[in-house]
């Protein structure tokens, strides 16, 4: 089960990436490279905390009703 968890979690972050690599790729091939550069710090400022607090949230959640013994 753990190698589908996986191999699932990885597909989502290809796909959830894609868009913002294409972005880049075609700024640095038209030589405006400040719009990479924004999406790049502008995608990470947003994504990292939301993902710190879901996992947080989903951590406790599970500790929770499965206490360590």
């Given amino acids: 089960?753990?190698?589908?968890?996986?191999?699932?979690s990885c597909f989502l972050a290809i796909v959830t990436a894609?868009?913002?690599v294409a972005v880049n790729i075609t700024?640095?091939?038209r030589g405006v490279s400040n719009i990479g550069?924004?999406?790049l710090l502008g995608?990470?400022?947003i994504s990292i905390?939301?993902?710190v607090t879901i996992a947080y949230f989903a951590s406790r959640k599970q500790?929770?009703?499965n206490p360590i013994s």
């Avoid at 089960?1 to 699932?8: A, V």
């Fill in 1 to 8: 089960m753990g190698t589908h968890r996986f191999g699932r």
């Fill in 18 to 20: 894609s868009p913002e």
């Fill in 27 to 29: 700024s640095a091939a």
């Fill in 37 to 39: 550069l924004g999406n």
């Fill in 43 to 45: 995608s990470n400022i």
């Fill in 49 to 51: 905390p939301l993902m």
């Fill in 63 to 65: 500790f929770k009703n």
